[in-house]
């Protein structure tokens, strides 16, 4: 674990090397607004949108996506607000193309617009063997080496890849400039 570490350097440029080890900064040190990307972004006319894997109470993103200054939260994990979300071949959490769904309808609003999106498919475990028929492999390897986990991860990236390109095409065609 430790994902919403990374989001609070991305969106912060704050780095946690100057932190306790073992330090959440979402949940220990963010109580009141502080500078971000979001923030700078929204001060030049962007409407900002955090779509997300992973539950509401994870990390106290709920809370503290507010404080970085998001003008809207999408919540992409099971539960009331995502009823019908296409989920992950791997576990619970929505599949890749939701995410890339959840952007493009952001997309479709007021512009310019900043949507950070947050995927948590191919986080692990990787040995739920839902990827063991497919002809994607690992090749030159035996079960013992821990090959069916390698497999399962390339399986995960590989979807998550085409998902990532179709955003990239749907973007390519936009007459707006879209970084």
């Known amino acids: 674990g430790g994902s ?3 989001e609070f350097e991305v969106l912060t440029g704050m780095s946690r090397s100057f932190l306790p080890e073992g330090s959440l900064p979402y949940r220990q ?3 009141r607004p502080i500078p ?3 923030r700078v972004l929204k001060g030049l006319g962007y409407r900002t949108i955090a779509i997300q894997a992973d539950p509401k109470y994870f ?6 996506y507010d404080l970085l200054g998001f ?6 994990h099971p539960g009331v607000d995502s009823v019908g979300v296409l989920r992950a071949p791997r576990g619970p959490w929505p599949s890749d193309d939701a995410i890339v769904d959840a952007v493009l309808e952001a997309s479709r609003g007021s512009r310019p617009f900043f949507a ?5 498919s191919t986080h692990s475990p990787y040995n739920t063997g839902v990827f063991k028929a497919s002809r994607l492999d690992v ?5 013992s080496n821990g090959s069916g986990e390698v497999k399962e991860y390339i399986n995960a ?13 749907y973007f390519r065609e936009q007459p707006d400039s879209t970084v």
Not at 59 to 64: C, F, L, S, T
Not at 71 to 76: A, G, M, P, R, Y
Not at 116 to 120: D, L, N, Q
């Open 71 to 76: 003008d809207q939260s999408v919540w992409l």
């Open 4 to 6: 919403a570490n990374t």
């Open 59 to 64: 990390y106290d993103r709920e809370r503290v």
């Open 116 to 120: 950070f999106a947050f995927p948590s």
């Open 157 to 169: 990236l590989h979807d998550a890849d085409r998902a990532i390109g179709r955003l990239i095409d």
């Open 29 to 31: 040190y963010l109580r």
């Open 36 to 38: 971000s990307l979001t």
């Open 139 to 143: 090749v030159n390897s035996s079960p």
